[in-house]
């Protein structure tokens, strides 16, 4: 025993970057270190800096399709999308699987939602060169659009994905509609939010570009409205004119 | 090993039935902000518990009678468990609830996010209950009688339906 | 309301939580308060558990496992209520202890490789003393991290006993039959909480520089 104690000690916890190489290349590892509970904190810290950086880059790539300042609005709006939907939404995965008798550590699940939005904005980050090439081709607007929500899903697929595996190993009870109840909550919050900071990817033709556009409605009233139009119940005489089309 | 043999929650049970209080104040506390009216902050909780207490006693009654009820303190117990998982799921769902509701121009969005988060904390919390109630049986083992079942989900769907219509009827009376 | 007003709310509250926070923690760096002003619904809880003052989670297992066992055939074998405090005290000094390691251990100059690379470097230099130091301090840092694996495995060892001792006062309540057998596992789970007290002289030695070998009480590995 005592000769056990001299051999090799254990790394100590790495720092960030390493932490990030971890999280790309070896997520069971860092699930590991996760359910150990071992620095959760600078998990924590390391993976919202991550999340923050990522986005930026991702938000200045979406602002180049419109160029000049929208690069600086979309780069600082995305971290802060993110952020404020994983900040609001996290606690829900804790507490509905301690409702129904998941036991676990709020501090642990936090990190591992983290973890898991960190691992999705990197692939994000990867996506990048394809958002330039849209733009390099002049890919027009709407397939341009589809194109980002395609990378969004499969990026959002692969968090889910490492969120479903963290929570799994544990095998409690509830964990299915925890991480249920999670997506849900997550896709309500983040819906309104990107709603309401909205635009991100500006058409060029789009006049000047504004930081956020005005809140006449959220996203749930938009589509509350649109269903009464689509019975054709409507509250005001015509719609406003939009823009031109590219 | 059976969920009896486990302290219910990560947190301390008097902590998880105290957010069982506090849950459905905030809840009402959001109705409050939009409506300028701090009535559903005492009406909320007035409903969750007054509710519970006069419904829990006919679940008692005919589980009971139907031959399946676990000992009476038993399933005081179970109603505490059920209770602080509401008030666990709550609290999680609170800051999601208050974003949704108060960025939102129209009262319908406001109404459906309170409504929408008291309904799932009250289905996990009556799903828990029909958990905790199992587990305390007095034959775990085997297979729940069908008469068991049927009384459980006949309560739940009535002590929930009085509960939604009273909760809707304030809400709608004080956001509209 | 806007989301711009809903922003300022949240940082205004998430300034009130930085400031119970400070208070309950007593210090807490700008950074830290930062953190939580503007992530507190994320980092907060990272903060309240480091400063739970006199709570930990072991701790309170403990106490709640000795409580469901005393209102079960187990209550004959248990400690009485002064030691309950006392293993409680012991437990919540380790855990903290191991809090403070991971902390102390987690920072870049307390990292093994980086030293032995300095050591390295002052050898290639020829500064033969300063190399000397430094291997000691790659030695105590092999110690520190040993320490550390040691606290986590000897909690992780309570851990499963208290669990062990919860599910056992169930089983001694259909069966009161078995209690006197039970009263093994909890002369192991206060034996294990008491050997606690090696680690931390084992402790007390390494930081005052005394290269005694940790050695745990007879009949434990």
Same mark, same amino acid.
Request: overall charge positive; hydrophobic content about 55%.
């Given at each position: 025993?005592?000769?056990?104690?001299?051999t090799?000690?254990?790394p100590?916890?790495?720092?960030?970057?390493?932490?990030?190489d971890?999280?790309?290349r070896?997520?069971?590892?860092?699930?590991?270190?996760?359910?150990?509970?071992?620095?959760?904190?600078?998990?924590m810290?390391?993976?919202?800096?991550?999340?923050?950086?990522?986005?930026?880059?991702v938000?200045?790539?979406?602002?180049?399709?419109r160029g000049?300042?929208?690069?600086?609005?979309?780069?600082?709006?995305l971290?802060?999308?993110?952020?404020?939907?994983?900040?609001?939404?996290?606690?829900?995965?804790?507490?509905?699987?301690?409702a129904?008798?998941?036991?676990?550590?709020?501090?642990?699940?936090?990190?591992?939602?983290?973890?898991?939005?960190?691992f999705?904005?990197?692939?994000?980050?990867?996506?990048?060169?394809?958002?330039?090439?849209?733009?390099?081709?002049?890919?027009?607007?709407?397939?341009?659009?589809?194109?980002?929500?395609?990378?969004?899903?499969?990026?959002?697929?692969?968090?889910?994905?490492?969120?479903?595996?963290?929570?799994?190993?544990?095998?409690a009870?509830?964990?299915?509609?925890?991480?249920?109840?999670?997506?849900?909550?997550?896709?309500?919050?983040?819906?309104?939010?990107?709603?309401?900071?909205?635009?991100?990817?500006?058409?060029?033709?789009?006049?000047?570009?504004?930081?956020?556009?005005?809140?006449?409605?959220?996203?749930?009233?938009?589509?509350?409205?649109?269903?009464?139009?689509?019975?054709?119940?409507?509250?005001?005489d015509?719609?406003?004119?939009?823009?031109?089309?590219? | 090993m059976?969920v009896?043999?486990?302290?219910?929650?990560?947190?301390?049970?008097?902590?998880?039935?105290?957010?069982?209080?506090?849950?459905?104040?905030?809840?009402?506390?959001?109705?409050?902000?939009?409506?300028?009216?701090?009535?559903?902050?005492?009406?909320?909780?007035?409903?969750?518990?007054?509710?519970?207490?006069?419904?829990?006693?006919?679940?008692?009654?005919?589980?009971?009678?139907?031959?399946?009820?676990?000992?009476?303190?038993?399933?005081?117990?179970?109603?505490?468990?059920?209770?602080?998982?509401?008030?666990l799921?709550?609290?999680g769902?609170?800051?999601?609830?208050?974003?949704?509701?108060?960025?939102?121009?129209?009262?319908?969005?406001?109404?459906?996010?309170?409504?929408?988060?008291?309904?799932?904390?009250?289905?996990?919390?009556?799903r828990?209950?029909?958990?905790?109630l199992?587990?305390?049986?007095?034959?775990?083992?085997?297979?729940?009688?069908?008469?068991?079942?049927?009384?459980?989900?006949?309560?739940?769907?009535?002590?929930?339906?009085?509960?939604g219509?009273?909760?809707?009827?304030?809400?709608?009376?004080?956001?509209? | 309301?806007?989301?711009?007003?809903?922003?300022v709310?949240?940082?205004?509250?998430?300034?009130?939580?930085?400031l119970?926070?400070a208070?309950?923690?007593?210090?807490?760096?700008?950074?830290?308060?930062?953190?939580?002003v503007?992530?507190?619904p %994320?980092y907060? *809880?990272? #903060?309240?558990?480091?400063? =739970? /003052?006199?709570?930990?989670?072991?701790? &309170?297992? $403990? +106490?709640?496992?000795?409580?469901?066992?005393?209102?079960?055939?187990?209550?004959?074998? %248990?400690?009485? *209520?002064? #030691?309950?405090?006392?293993l =409680? /005290?012991?437990?919540?000094?380790?855990? &903290?202890? $191991? +809090?403070?390691?991971?902390?102390?251990?987690?920072?870049?100059?307390f990292?093994?490789?980086?030293?032995?690379?300095r050591?390295?470097?002052?050898s290639?230099?020829?500064?033969?003393?300063?190399? &000397?130091?430094?291997?000691?301090?790659?030695?105590?840092?092999?110690?520190?991290?040993?320490?550390?694996?040691?606290?986590?495995r000897?909690l992780?060892?309570?851990?499963?006993?208290?669990?062990?001792?919860?599910t056992?006062?169930?089983?001694?309540?259909?069966?009161?039959?078995?209690?006197?057998?039970?009263?093994?596992?909890?002369?192991?789970?206060?034996a294990?909480?008491?050997?606690?007290?090696?680690?931390?002289?084992?402790?007390?030695?390494?930081?005052?520089?005394?290269?005694?070998?940790?050695?745990?009480?007879?009949?434990?590995?």
């Amino acid at each position: 025993m005592i000769a056990a104690m001299e051999t090799t000690p254990a790394p100590a916890p790495r720092p960030a970057l390493a932490m990030i190489d971890l999280l790309l290349r070896d997520r069971e590892a860092m699930l590991a270190r996760i359910r150990r509970g071992a620095d959760l904190a600078a998990i924590m810290r390391t993976m919202i800096a991550t999340i923050a950086v990522t986005m930026a880059i991702v938000g200045a790539a979406l602002g180049s399709y419109r160029g000049g300042v929208q690069i600086a609005y979309a780069a600082a709006k995305l971290p802060l999308v993110l952020l404020g939907t994983a900040a609001l939404s996290a606690p829900a995965l804790s507490a509905i699987g301690a409702a129904l008798g998941r036991r676990s550590r709020l501090t642990a699940d936090l990190a591992l939602v983290m973890a898991a939005l960190a691992f999705g904005a990197l692939l994000l980050v990867a996506c990048t060169p394809l958002i330039m090439l849209g733009r390099s081709v002049d890919l027009d607007y709407h397939r341009m659009i589809l194109a980002v929500v395609a990378m969004f899903a499969v990026s959002g697929g692969a968090a889910l994905r490492m969120i479903c595996r963290g929570v799994a190993l544990e095998a409690a009870p509830g964990w299915r509609t925890a991480v249920a109840g999670l997506c849900v909550v997550f896709s309500l919050v983040g819906g309104q939010l990107a709603w309401a900071l909205r635009p991100y990817l500006l058409r060029p033709r789009a006049p000047e570009p504004m930081f956020v556009r005005d809140a006449r409605d959220s996203l749930f009233d938009s589509i509350t409205g649109s269903m009464r139009s689509a019975r054709g119940i409507y509250v005001r005489d015509a719609a406003p004119l939009g823009e031109r089309g590219p | 090993m059976s969920v009896a043999t486990q302290a219910p929650f990560p947190v301390s049970r008097g902590l998880a039935i105290a957010l069982a209080a506090a849950g459905p104040v905030a809840v009402g506390g959001i109705l409050a902000a939009r409506a300028h009216d701090a009535s559903p902050m005492l009406a909320a909780p007035a409903i969750v518990f007054g509710v519970v207490a006069a419904t829990g006693p006919a679940l008692y009654i005919a589980t009971a009678a139907a031959g399946n009820a676990p000992p009476l303190a038993a399933v005081i117990r179970a109603f505490g468990v059920a209770l602080g998982a509401f008030g666990l799921a709550l609290a999680g769902l609170l800051l999601p609830a208050a974003f949704l509701s108060l960025s939102a121009v129209s009262a319908a969005t406001t109404l459906t996010a309170t409504t929408g988060t008291v309904a799932i904390a009250g289905y996990l919390g009556l799903r828990r209950l029909a958990t905790e109630l199992k587990a305390q049986s007095p034959d775990p083992g085997i297979q729940p009688s069908l008469a068991g079942g049927l009384v459980f989900l006949v309560w739940a769907v009535a002590t929930a339906a009085i509960a939604g219509r009273l909760w809707w009827d304030l809400a709608v009376e004080v956001v509209s | 309301m806007s989301v711009a007003s809903l922003g300022v709310g949240y940082i205004a509250l998430g300034a009130v939580i930085s400031l119970v926070i400070a208070g309950l923690k007593r210090r807490m760096s700008p950074g830290e308060a930062l953190w939580i002003v503007g992530l507190w619904p %994320l980092y907060a *809880p990272m #903060s309240f558990a480091h400063a =739970g /003052a006199g709570e930990n989670h072991r701790e &309170a297992e $403990l +106490v709640a496992a000795l409580a469901r066992a005393k209102a079960s055939p187990l209550a004959a074998v %248990l400690p009485d *209520p002064e #030691s309950v405090r006392l293993l =409680g /005290a012991r437990l919540r000094e380790a855990c &903290a202890r $191991l +809090v403070d390691l991971d902390e102390v251990l987690a920072r870049p100059d307390f990292d093994p490789a980086t030293v032995t690379q300095r050591a390295t470097e002052l050898s290639a230099r020829g500064a033969a003393a300063a190399a &000397a130091t430094a291997q000691l301090r790659v030695r105590t840092l092999g110690q520190l991290h040993a320490l550390r694996e040691r606290y986590r495995r000897e909690l992780d060892e309570v851990g499963e006993l208290i669990a062990q001792l919860v599910t056992q006062a169930e089983l001694v309540r259909l069966q009161p039959a078995i209690a006197h057998a039970s009263g093994e596992l909890v002369r192991e789970l206060v034996a294990r909480v008491e050997g606690l007290g090696e680690l931390f002289a084992y402790q007390a030695a390494i930081e005052t520089g005394d290269s005694a070998e940790y050695a745990p009480g007879a009949g434990r590995s």
